[in-house]
């Protein structure tokens, strides 16, 4: 029999079928014939076929009968009416005998090693027939001592088998390129980079390669492929937006281990070292176990039901005296929808307020807002996935390879792949190290730049014509004004070149699909809504929207800030983004919640603080905020604090702000729980519990539905999956959503009754109708205005890989081995005309306090611009930072905060305090 040239059928083992264009021959076997198992060492789900090890070996011949070659199914594309033979003998043998050589050079103590019966080599050596070598056994070459150096990897490459896994996991899921292949023919060993240890090479602690390696050459300190565990369980990791899938093994009753399923849509095998590694924290001695009530104005050990009912006692007299808007709550971003969604009904149906807030607030509440003025909904428009099929990606006001890891190293694959990326942001950041374009604008003046963007779009002719004409609104108004605009003076506020912005905005309007990602460098501003509508404006001014590989995509920070807003923890929203204020909608709330529902306006975060001070708030609810550490101006927050006459928190730690509290709440973490998160692409996914809480811990959600049932409000207790029904009744985008349907890998919002859910937003039509082109001038900030002529510097903060936000969960893990204290990034002329030099403690002073920092000298920041982190209550960088918010959204700006700096004698005030301190 002879092929047909035009075939789209092969055969495997005489049997006919039709393969994919492109499709190798071991992925069309794997896909049409899973009987014919074909073995593999150098293969693996997440990286491209290299072809090293021959163990896949299949014959191939043109006819039925003709002669056959062999060759490496993994990379071999399959051929039209080509013959595949899976197992010949021929094939057989020499797989075998591949296996032998392998193991002539393999240290045979499987039965001690920590992956016996769960390492590849084992497997493959089994299903190829070898029960014992042939040839004499050989003197294993490699060095046989351990490299334990490193906090969380190991190696004990005396068990490399040379495939080249770990090298590729490195390159092309990381990007890291820290492991590399040494030495040739006998003499060749994996090496860490300069032929150094894990600890001291530039490795990120990914894991990527341990989970990558066929056998325990490379690994980590839990033995994440030992089979010693008694279940695995899929859940999503509780720090970033992204929403890694993680499987976590469980040992008697504890946490073993974490690995990441290659079948998650949204990290595909891959995470970072804090989804893979720092869960620690979740049975550290610091995780208080027990309700405290503070009595005599110390925190005392009390029952639940002491505490639910002084709390109730306290709250219905306050509400007596005050009224319900002397009560306000604020919700978290790291809880589940279902825990926000309770926590914002718990406010408005049982205390009578809509006092809600949570920390969207204080990250990308300019985002929502914004993206809601210019398209109608605030969410991302696309998904990430969505990287394959675009031709630009510009990033503006973010740092993804350490906020957003898994994403950010899709982004820098993308760039190192000389695709092209446009970086807008003051740091020479590691992505803007490889961008085509970085933009190195002075902070504070996003809007500046982004007009200067608009403004060469349109003066080259370059906007979309049929776009703007069929589906937008505004837009002659709004380009009279851009044009309007003096680029030299634009150029001279921002200190970025004319001719650097112009090359930029050709190249992302002329791309044939570019997509946008912006961080908190654009919302932490005082004109944070304004650079979101005008990053909104670039996108319909060059048709970027309603397909794929386009779109306007934030960066969202915290693992459900996405989900937190979603569930109506806002002030003039309620669940679904309906106007809290409106006597129509509200109607519909009363129905729902069976009684009265407050029309008031209530108080925003940065409100509350104002409120209290004032003496006009007199209680405050906050489940899983450390406001103290992390909200700006601390020394304010903490007289928002002292000044409540009942602070109620819901940690899981004794934190800053739980210091102040009149009573603590011991929450469950997430891997003591269930519900769901939504991510930064609108996906929502299932959390469920991996273990029991703690003694004396209950999940969040739990401790809400008993505080409602307290104070008389009938609520069932915490079921994530009749929760759910509740909001699908009432949050539009959620109505085909069940615990259910979400399955394994999630479903991105709107979703239809039916569980049909939305890829990509705005495809046909925006939420109201068109889209609204919006422009605005360039302001300077209010605190460089004040503060600028004596405070000259500009210090803006960042978050960095190792560590979350305030830190409370990471420093209680190995992370804090890995990065031990936060540091001051200042550049060497502005270390230079202060006489500092590297590690100098740095006396870092604003109008509103100071702190002692260590220096880090570093061409990463520009001349007369610095940046530190504020994940160590050591330092409390917030003392410093400013009371300026955005003028819409009501974001703290962050981002642009005026210091002066000299070289300091200080050293770090510890904060020793412990919960088991307070609990004995």
């Known amino acids: 029999m002879t092929y047909n040239k035009v075939s789209t059928l092969a055969f495997i083992n005489g049997s006919p079928h039709e393969y994919l264009p492109g499709e190798t021959i071991l992925g069309f076997v794997r896909r049409v014939e899973k009987s014919a198992d074909i073995p593999t060492l150098c293969d693996a789900p997440n990286l491209e076929p290299f072809g090293s090890c021959r163990v896949c070996s299949v014959e191939v011949g043109l006819t039925e009968n003709g002669p056959r070659r062999t060759m490496a199914s993994c990379h071999t594309p399959v051929t039209p009416g080509s013959f595949i033979y899976t197992d010949s003998e021929k094939v057989k043998r020499l797989r075998k005998n591949i296996i032998e050589l392998v193991l002539t050079d393999h240290p045979l103590d499987c039965l001690t090693c920590e992956v016996n019966n769960n390492c590849e080599l084992q497997t493959v050596a089994a299903k190829v027939g070898v029960r014992k070598v042939r040839y004499p056994e050989g ?418 920070g915290q693992n459900n800030v996405q989900g937190a807003a979603d569930m109506g923890c806002q002030p003039h929203q309620g669940a679904g983004y309906l106007n809290a204020y409106d006597p129509e909608i509200n109607r519909k709330y009363e129905e729902h919640y069976r009684t009265r529902i407050p029309l008031g306006k209530g108080y925003k975060i940065p409100e509350m603080f104002e409120a209290s001070i004032d003496g006009k708030l007199k209680a405050l609810w906050l489940m899983g905020e450390d406001v103290v550490q992390t909200d700006p101006n601390t020394q304010k927050v903490i007289r928002a604090m002292e000044n409540l006459d009942l602070l109620v928190v819901q940690e899981l730690f004794l934190t800053e702000t739980a210091k102040y509290a009149t009573v603590i709440l011991p929450g469950a973490s997430f891997l003591e729980k269930s519900g769901t998160y939504t991510n930064g692409e609108r996906r929502i996914q299932r959390v469920q519990k991996v273990v029991e809480p703690l003694p004396g811990t209950k999940a969040d959600g739990q401790i809400i539905c008993d505080i409602m049932n307290v104070m008389g409000y009938s609520q069932c207790d915490y079921d994530p999956a009749e929760i759910l029904k509740e909001i699908a009744v009432i949050v539009p985008f959620f109505a085909g959503v069940t615990w259910e349907n979400l399955g394994t890998l999630g479903l991105q919002w709107p979703v239809m009754p039916g569980g049909t859910d939305t890829k990509i937003l705005h495809t046909d039509t925006f939420k109201n109708g068109k889209g609204k082109f919006h422009h605005f001038d360039w302001v300077e900030s209010q605190e460089i205005v004040d503060h600028g002529k004596d405070y000259p510097y500009i210090i803006t903060t960042n978050r960095e890989l190792e560590h979350y936000n305030a830190g409370t969960m990471t420093r209680r893990t190995g992370n804090v081995k890995i990065l031990t204290e936060d540091v001051l990034m200042i550049h060497p002329d502005d270390a230079a005309r202060h006489g500092i030099a590297e590690g100098d403690m740095v006396c870092v002073e604003s109008p509103r306090g100071k702190v002692d920092i260590k220096a880090r000298i570093t061409d990463e920041v520009r001349p007369g611009v610095l940046s530190s982190t504020f994940h160590f209550p050591e330092i409390m960088l917030n003392n410093i930072t400013s009371d300026v918010h955005d003028s819409e959204a009501k974001c703290p700006e962050y981002k642009v905060v005026a210091v002066r700096i000299r070289k300091s004698k200080g050293k770090y005030k510890e904060s020793k305090t412990s919960v088991n301190q307070l609990q004995n």
């Not at 946490?255 to 079948?263: C, E």
């Not at 007299?317 to 306000?328: L, Q, S, V």
């Not at 210019?374 to 990033?395: P, Q, Y």
Request: glycine share 8%.
């Open 139 to 556: 003197k294993n070459h490699l060095d046989r001592s351990k490299d334990l150096s490193h906090p969380y990897m190991t190696s004990d490459l005396s068990k490399c088998i040379n495939c080249f896994r770990c090298v590729r996991a490195c390159d092309e899921v990381q990007g890291q390129m820290v492991l590399s292949m040494a030495g040739r023919g006998f003499d060749s060993r994996i090496i860490k980079g300069a032929d150094v240890s894990f600890f001291e090479s530039e490795c990120v602690s990914c894991g990527a390669c341990a989970q990558a390696c066929p056998t325990s050459a490379i690994s980590d300190v839990f033995e994440s492929k030992s089979v010693a565990y008694d279940s695995k369980v899929r859940t999503v990791c509780t720090y970033c937006g992204v929403g890694c899938n993680l499987e976590v093994a469980v040992a008697i009753g504890k946490v073993k281990s974490i690995q990441a399923p290659y079948n998650a849509e949204v990290n595909q095998g891959h995470t970072c070292l804090k989804g893979r590694f720092a869960f620690s924290f979740y049975e550290h001695p610091d995780r208080i176990t027990t309700p405290l009530i503070r009595k005599d104005g110390v925190l005392t050990p009390a029952s639940w039901e002491e505490a639910y009912g002084f709390i109730a006692q306290k709250l219905t007299e306050i509400k007596a005296t005050h009224g319900p808007d002397a009560i306000a709550g604020i919700s978290s971003a790291r809880c589940t929808n279902e825990e926000n969604y309770l926590m914002q009904k718990f406010i408005r149906a049982v205390i009578g307020t809509n006092n809600i807030d949570c920390c969207a607030r204080v990250c990308h509440s300019p985002t929502a807002l914004g993206m809601q003025r210019a398209f109608g909904t605030g969410a991302a428009t696309n998904s990430i996935e969505d990287l394959k099929h675009t031709d630009c990606i510009m990033v503006i006001g973010a740092n993804p390879t350490d906020g957003h890891p898994v994403t950010g190293a899709k982004f820098k694959q993308f760039a190192m792949k000389g695709k092209t990326t446009i970086v807008i942001d003051p740091r020479r950041t590691e992505l803007a190290r490889y961008a085509t374009y970085h933009l190195p604008l002075r902070p504070g003046t996003n809007v500046a730049l982004l007009n200067m963007m608009l403004y060469y779009i349109i003066s080259e002719g370059l906007e979309d014509k049929s776009f703007i004409e069929k589906r937008t609104e505004g837009y002659r108004e709004f380009s009279d004004h851009i044009l309007a605009l003096d680029m030299d003076e634009h150029a001279d506020i921002t200190g970025v070149s004319k001719e650097l912005v112009r090359d930029a905005a050709i190249a992302y309007a002329k791309a044939p699909n570019a997509m946008s990602f912006h961080g908190l460098g654009v919302t932490e501003h005082s004109q944070g809504t304004f650079t979101v509508m005008l990053i909104s404006d670039l996108a319909m001014i060059t048709g970027n929207i309603g397909r794929k590989g386009v779109g306007v995509n934030p960066l969202r």
